[in-house]
Structures are given as C-alpha cells and as structure tokens.
C-alpha cells in the first residue's frame, strides 16, 4: 500500500488554465506538506497544514492554495498557469505534533505548462 | 530562518571507493535530519533518520552521523556501486518548526 499517493502524475496543460493536484496519505498522519522542486532540484516548501492551522510560504503567489477535505487529503490548487509555475510538486505527511516524526514523501507530479 | 548545505554538490567516483556526503545546518537546535534518495524523474525515497539525541544511525552500506554542535552531518556510502548513482539530499527540522528544510543535493554517479 502507497503510504503517499499523489495524483497526476504528469499533467501538461496550457497557460491560463486552472488545474488540481490530488494528494492522499494512509499512515494516519494529522500533518501534510506541499514542496515545489525547481529544474535546479531544489526542494522549497509551499505549504504546511494540519488540523489547527495552515503555515503559508510568503513566497509562494496566492494563485496557489492548498484544500484539505480531510486529514487524508491536502490538494494543491493552481489558477492561472504560467509557465514559471513547471516543476516537480512534492506532497507530503508527517505526525504534526511530534517534532521528531519522519516525513513521508509521495512521487512527485511533473507540471509542464506550454 | 534555517539554512542548509550540502558539499559537494555532485560527485563521481569508480566502484568501490566509501564515500562521504556533508550536509551543514545553521540552526543547530534541530529536531531530526532525514538522509533521502533521489533517482531521476523519480520521487524522494527515505533512507535514514537520525534524532536529535543519536548520533549516528546505520542501514546497510549507509552509515549517517550526527554532530549538533558543529551543525554537521554526513552520510557515509561504503563499497559503492553503480546502483548508488542518485541525487542524496538532506532535510532538517529545527527552530520550534515541523517543516523539513531540504539542501540543494549531492549528485553522485557511480562509474562501473
């Protein structure tokens, strides 16, 4: 069983549309985390949320917002592609309130945008 | 605001040789650090966590140590092998926050 599932996997779509990045975990976790991996492979944090409140990167443009269902879902929304916004987006989950708790990784989503 | 650097930032070496892979932190009140792979166009696979009270934690050929007063860790890769040709990054959490912060990588090839 995928501990974290992401959904696409690939998405290619066209500047100025609005697309959704679907991220579910199974390990019971009350903390899920959205990162962006540049062509440069730098992993930056967008996103943090669990049930009390939601830690936003100052950096990241309000196009972008993540939706959480549930505990089990935090999905990534984007409005208004551009084409700086391709990349690799990288959900994950962690046991929020432990600071010591290990941080579980889904396989990424390759957005392209043309 | 935590900072974290990963020397070198890529590496090759032919098979066999140990290896070693530093990650450097800024904030030395750190919670946890997270050794992951990378293989290209693949996601992050978790191989080593190491607590703020251990020193060194062991899985394999991979050994990862920890030195908190100096904001220091490395990776140690024995024997290696072409299968271990991957990006290695590493995440601290530190700072009263949960969220992982990553360096940029070491990219290591492994030559047959």
């Known amino acids: 069983d995928t501990a974290v599932s992401q959904t696409p996997k690939y998405l290619v779509t066209q500047m100025g549309n609005d697309k959704s990045i679907k991220c579910e975990q199974n390990?019971?976790?009350?903390?899920m985390y959205w990162y962006k991996q540049d062509s440069k492979k730098f992993l930056k944090i967008m996103f943090s949320?669990?049930?009390?409140?939601?830690?936003i990167n100052e950096t990241v443009p309000n196009r972008f917002s993540p939706k959480s269902p549930d505990k089990a879902h935090l999905n990534l929304h984007i409005n208004s592609l551009e084409l700086g916004d391709s990349a690799v987006y990288f959900c994950?989950?962690?046991?929020?309130?432990?600071?010591?708790?290990?941080?579980?990784f889904g396989q990424g989503t390759r957005l392209t945008v043309v | 605001k935590q900072e974290v650097t990963q020397i070198p930032a890529a590496l090759s070496v032919p098979e066999g040789e140990n290896l070693v892979l530093n990650c450097s932190f800024t904030?030395?009140?750190?919670?946890?650090l997270q050794w992951f792979r990378q293989d290209p166009g693949k996601g992050l696979t978790s191989l080593l966590l190491?607590?703020?009270?251990?020193r060194e934690q062991t899985s394999g050929r991979l050994n990862a140590s920890l030195d908190k007063s100096s904001g220091r860790s490395t990776l140690y890769i024995a024997a290696s092998q072409p299968g271990d040709s991957a990006t290695y990054l590493c995440?601290?959490?530190?700072?009263?926050?949960?969220?992982?912060?990553f360096g940029r990588g070491t990219s290591l090839i492994v030559h047959p």
């Open positions: 994950a989950s962690s046991q929020g309130d432990s600071h010591n708790a290990e941080a579980f």
């Open positions: 390990l019971g976790h009350d903390t």
């Open positions: 949320y669990n049930n009390k409140e939601l830690i």
């Open positions: 904030d030395s009140a750190i919670y946890n």
């Open positions: 190491i607590q703020s009270s251990q």
């Open positions: 995440a601290v959490k530190a700072g009263g926050s949960y969220i992982p912060t």
